[in-house]
Nanobody, 124 residues
Framework: QVQLVESGGGLVQAGGSLRLSCAAS????????MGWFRQAPGQDREFVAA????????FYADSVKGRFTISRDNAKNTVYLKMNSLKPVDTAVYYC?????????????????WGQGTQVTVSS
């Protein structure tokens, strides 16, 4: 079993930055594909970013490409999401996920483990 705990969310003004962390415990996630998803009020959960364990290839939603960066520190068993140039539309609960199927790394259903989420609020 893998437990994931997100942190780093908060309230920030438009144009600001935040770095989310996802700390894993229970077992190493160094061989897992990892992802970040978000869910705004009244909306479905959506893909934000993912990183493959093999080669470290990254993937991003078009809405965050060029502003967000996903990275991982296997020694710390932690995945990060650096968010720059934040916009009010980025307001959501952000979730970390682990063990994504490499054939569908952008899809919610491909992940086996989820964190509880961290709130990000961007004010205009």
């Amino acid at each position: 079993q893998v437990q994931l705990v997100e942190s780093g969310g908060g309230l920030v003004q438009a144009g600001g930055s935040l770095r989310l962390s996802c700390a894993a415990s229970g077992r190493s996630v160094s061989s897992y594909n990892m992802g970040w998803f978000r869910q705004a009020p009244g909306q479905d959960r959506e893909f934000v970013a993912a990183i493959q364990w093999l080669g470290g290839t990254t993937f991003y939603a078009d809405s965050v490409k060029g502003r967000f960066t996903i990275s991982r520190d296997n020694a710390k068993n932690t995945v990060y999401l650096k968010m720059n140039s934040l916009k009010p539309v980025d307001t959501a609960v952000y979730y970390c996920a682990a063990d994504g199927d490499p054939r569908s790394i952008l899809k919610i259903a491909s992940y086996d483990y989820w964190g509880q989420g961290t709130q990000v609020t961007v004010s205009s």
